[in-house]
């Protein structure tokens, strides 16, 4: 490993100052960071322990909404109860990540932002994520990338809290050198076309300090469903973190996200709109999972992810019904 | 069929060094720190196939802290382990496959070792590579190795491995049915816990190794050979090990690097591997592609056999390269031809019955097949069409394959789960399947010391280093029937050259039946010493110590036999597979000790249902490197994963073992891969044919 200084910084200020000076790295839990800089995929001179400022892994309700500090454990957020309770999607999307040892290190705020796990990213080929200017999955083994969204990269977004957060329509609190500022989660995830090395609009000197989350509403149902290859420590297929607004038997409105099919979380707004003011029967479910395949362009080896998609978006709809 | 019971073998006993190993008391060889010690790592090819123009190592050498390196410039060191047919250098040039060793350097820290191999330049000039065996077998692909691609067999003839039992070409055309299909595996790593690691200090022309090792006994034997080194200068020390399942057999690379090292630094160096490195470094399965016909008689009497099948060996042939199952039948017309071929992939060769569960997977899905098709119950089929004898030639010592078969049928209720194929209702299928499994159990040369001292206590060296089968408890249980005290007044001591004779080496699933035997003759020897001359007094000793080397018999063949059966859940939806019942029936002679017995059949089926349905050393086709290097990329089994192994023991009377046993450890792991196959192709009526057994695979062959 690369020799680092560790900095424990007393504020958020003095956080984005070390940040500033270039060449520095946030580390929160540090699960997969560490990782990282012990494969040379980063050689920060200092990490910038976030560990050290007091208050960022909060749960509070303010003026009905939920703020989440963003350094709260995947584990922490998984078992608070008013999370459990008004916004499940959320919570068991964090209790579906890695393995325990990962939740009870990994914070919120780490998940969202983590890095993409394509193989060739990982195993240090110069693509477009390390700094090259190819994506070696378009030809290469892509069993396991985009159908959704891709070109020029086709990674898949990692997070599984951040289908969750979409699907929430959660909002983040983003503090830089020029002050804080919040970014709709509409906002914050960025496709490859626009820049293909990052996964979303933070600067390397901005901190996601916390998430919140809109007001619990009544008759609100949510859950998160992952498909995966082995049944721990594994990241999405595929996945689908759903949040229905139900009147009795009448879904109102909709929020679905695919995790583990496009380099974003990615939104089927075509789907919601088609279950606004409906039943929620098997039919009306398999028409939603006939939608939510539809502009899916599948490479040579991941067209096994399409049908996927379809019976998953099915599934989970029918479950919350 | 059943044994006779005995007092201290054959009842489930906890493991001697239990506490010590749950505790973290135990010293692994990583837990080693030798005072001085240097940390040493490995430059590794990042090219599949590349020759080397030119390596500077000025730079690395002149990082403060950098004591020594080694390229094959300075060092030109044959590993002949490492390969049984060409010269294999520590450092070779060109380097064949990513991760082939370039360099090694030991500094005063590993971060200082890591970046002084960042500093080493290297001049490559890339070659053309190969990664599958039959691509590399065609005319116009880049010869590997002199001579060509197809590697030679024992007498350096370029020719495939060919066995022929009868008249095949009789048995194909005097069929009533010929059936023609062909399987595939992939690389797999042996994925042990322990990662490899070596420590090596020198006191004057004496050599001392800690190891990570099988078998103490041919690590010091061949790092004496290769180092050119008598053989009282080594001393190998292993006292506990944490797993290799066949690749830390032998000496390796790492252990005459440390040894260099240390001797060019004049000082002791431990080297250490990373998970990723172990992954592709070492060695894994050999992945390979098998073409069989099969010609069947109408009432389902096989009559003939052919396989044609290609090994990928990886650059250097360190493994055999056989594909077993074949045997497993009675049929008069066979003929087998293997081609053991290099590739640029990562070296294969021993995993845990090192040709079985790939070959099996490939005979024994066909054969479901078959049964399938003549509407036959596959059960009743391999009933039918099980081995009697040898190749059809020769008796078994014992033969419990049909009791397996039969008992694991009733403990599994296949009658109840298994069904016609595919004719579930709804979108969650679930299907049965079973396959038979072999693993040969010669008895052969090992050895063993027992004493008695003064005090009443037995002190038994054997040269075992427990790879976690628990041999050092089935060597002490030996001893503690023969002598007839209990397990407690034993000491056993293992693990070391400087206290211990010659042991076979844990691999083959020879420890019980060779080393097991070695001590039943000491004991015995013990015995008749005390008759002799009364037990001992004050610091009076008595010593018995037996060089045994038992012949096998000749009119008989000696195996280890298996059934096992699966049922799966398939979501036809989603692609996903679970294994929600598991019957391991075994026939491995007398059981020694059902209890860590037990805990080697659930753990052979655990790593079986792995390999037929995740993991997979995959590689890039496009630059020949691998992508799914360590546990997280190689989706090995985690616990959620693991269904609950239900374990039966046939225990068939047979002479030759210590008190009648036989193999275990390779044999569990034989039949799992076939068995999950072929209960997926009952629950979906489809047939993967290609391992591992994926979502994609699974939702492709049911769109």
């Known amino acids: 490993m690369k020799t680092f200084t560790n900095a424990n910084p007393k504020d958020i200020r003095e956080a984005i100052t070390l940040l500033s000076r270039g060449n520095a790295s946030i580390v929160g839990g540090g699960s997969d960071l560490l990782g990282m800089v012990k494969e040379r995929l980063m050689s920060p001179d200092v990490l910038v322990n976030l560990k050290s400022i007091r208050g960022l892994d909060k749960v509070e309700t303010q003026s009905g909404k939920m703020k989440i500090g963003g350094l709260i454990t995947l584990d922490a957020l998984s078992h608070d109860a008013q999370i459990r309770k008004n916004y499940a999607v959320l919570a068991e999307a964090a209790e579906s990540v890695g393995t325990p040892q990962i939740r009870n290190a990994g914070t919120l705020a780490g998940n969202v932002c983590q890095r993409p796990w394509c193989w060739y990213y990982r195993n240090g080929f110069p693509c477009l994520k390390n700094g090259g200017d190819k994506c070696f999955s378009a030809s290469g083994e892509n069993q396991l990338h985009a159908i959704f969204g891709g070109g020029p990269s086709y990674i898949v977004h990692p997070s599984d809290t951040a289908p969750a957060l979409v699907a929430l329509d959660a909002e983040f609190h983003v503090s830089g050198p020029s002050g804080d500022r919040v970014i709709p989660v509409g906002q914050f995830f960025q496709l490859p076309r626009v820049d293909a090395a990052r996964e979303n609009v933070l600067a390397p000197d901005d901190v996601l300090v916390a998430i919140t989350l809109p007001a619990a509403r009544p008759g609100v149902r949510s859950t998160y469903h992952k498909v995966l290859d082995r049944e721990a420590w594994t990241h999405a297929v595929v996945s689908v973190a759903m949040v229905l607004e139900m009147d009795k038997q009448i879904c109102r409105s909709a929020r679905i996200v695919l995790g583990g099919v496009a380099p974003i979380p990615w939104r089927l707004p075509k789907v919601e709109a088609m279950l606004a003011g409906q039943r929620i029967t098997p039919e009306l479910a398999a028409k939603a999972g006939e939608a939510a395949i539809v502009g899916a362009r599948p490479l040579a080896k991941n067209k096994y992810k399409v049908p996927l998609t379809q019976n998953v978006v099915k599934r989970t709809l029918l479950s919350l019904a | ?703």
């Open chain 2, 1 to 703: 069929m059943s044994v006779t019971p005995l007092k201290t073998v054959g009842h489930p006993t906890q493991r001697i060094d239990a506490v010590k190993r749950v505790t973290g008391t135990a010293t692994y060889t990583g837990d080693i720190q030798v005072p001085g010690m240097l940390y040493a790592r490995v430059l590794r090819s990042p090219h599949a196939h590349a020759r080397i123009r030119k390596i500077d190592t000025s730079k690395a050498q002149a990082l403060p802290g950098v004591k020594a390196i080694l390229t094959r410039e300075n060092c030109d060191i044959v590993w002949s382990s490492g390969d049984t047919r060409n010269k294999r250098y520590l450092f070779n040039n060109p380097v064949r496959f990513a991760g082939d060793a370039v360099a090694a350097i030991a500094a005063t820290d590993r971060h200082i070792a890591e970046e002084a191999m960042r500093q080493i330049e290297v001049d490559y000039e890339v070659l053309p590579f190969v990664l599958d065996p039959e691509d590399a077998l065609k005319s116009d692909a880049f010869a590997i190795q002199p001579g060509g691609n197809l590697s030679p067999n024992a007498k350096g003839q370029h020719e495939p491995d060919i066995f022929r039992h009868g008249d095949i070409d009789r048995g194909l055309t005097t069929a009533d049915r010929v059936f023609e299909d062909h399987y595939t595996s992939v690389h797999i790593n042996n994925a042990q816990l322990e990662m490899r690691v070596s420590i090596a200090q020198w006191d004057g022309d004496k050599l001392t190794v800690y190891a990570s090792t099988q078998g103490i006994s041919n690590c010091r034997t061949d790092i004496a050979k290769d180092l050119q080194m008598p053989l009282e200068k080594v001393r190998v020390v292993c006292q506990f090990m944490g797993g290799g399942f066949g690749n830390k057999n032998q000496c390796h690379d790492f252990d005459l690097m440390a040894a260099m090292l240390s001797k060019s630094a004049g000082l002791p160096v431990k080297l250490e591997f990373t998970r990723k490195e172990d992954y592709v470094a070492v060695h894994g399965r050999w992945p390979t592609k098998q073409y069989y016909k099969i010609g069947v008689a109408k009432d389902g009497t096989l009559t003939g056999i052919q396989l044609r099948g290609y090994s990928g060996m990886g650059p250097y042939r360190k493994g055999a390269g056989g594909i077993a199952g074949v045997e497993l039948y009675q049929c008069p017309n066979v003929e087998t031809t293997i081609y053991p071929v290099y590739t640029n992939m990562a070296v294969s060769a021993n995993l845990r019955g090192p040709a079985y569960p790939q070959g099996i997977f490939g005979i024994e899905s066909l054969m479901d097949h078959i049964a399938y098709e003549l509407k036959i119950d596959p059960l009743e089929f391999r009933l039918k069409n099980m081995t009697r004898k040898y190749h059809d030639e020769l008796p078994f010592t014992s033969n419990g394959l049909e009791d397996c078969i039969r008992r694991g049928a009733d403990a599994f209720e296949w009658k109840k789960r298994w069904h016609a194929a595919g004719v579930g209702a709804g979108p969650v299928k679930r299907g049965a399947g079973m396959a038979m499994g072999a693993f040969g159990s010669a008895v052969g040369r090992s050895s063993a010391v027992v004493k008695l001292d003064g005090s009443g206590k037995y002190h038994l060296h054997v040269g075992v280093t427990d790879v976690g089968t628990a041999a050092k408890t089935t060597m002490g249980l030996i001893a503690a029937e023969e002598l007839g005290v209990p397990l407690e007044k034993i000491e056993v001591i293992s693990g070391d050259t400087a206290l211990c004779p010659y042991s076979v080496g844990e691999s083959g699933s020879r420890t019980t039946t060779h080393t097991g035997y070695a001590v039943v003759q000491a004991a015995k020897d013990l015995k008749r010493q005390i008759a002799e001359k009364g037990l001992p007094q004050g610091s009076e000793v008595l010593t018995a110590s037996v060089n045994a080397d038992p012949a096998q018999p000749k009119d008989a063949a000696r195996y280890s036999f298996a059934a096992h059966f699966a049922e799966v859940e398939v979501d036809t939806e989603t692609g996903h597979v679970r294994v929600i019942k598991y019957v391991a029936a075994h026939d491995s002679g007398r059981i020694i000790n059902p209890l860590t017995c037990a805990s080697q059949v659930k753990g052979g089926a655990t790593m079986g249902i792995g390999m037929a349905l995740h993991e997979e050393l995959l590689y890039d086709r496009q630059t020949g490197v691998p992508l799914t290097a360590g546990y997280y990329g190689a989706r090995v089994m985690t616990h959620r994963d693991t269904p609950d192994v239900e374990v039966l023991f046939v225990e068939t009377e047979g002479a030759y073992g210590p008190f009648g046993a036989k193999s275990i450890g390779e044999s569990t792991i034989v039949p799992s891969v076939a068995a999950v196959g072929n209960a997926i192709f009952n629950a979906i009526g489809r047939r993967v044919k290609d391992l591992p057994i994926t979502r994609d695979k699974v939702l492709g062959v049911l769109a």
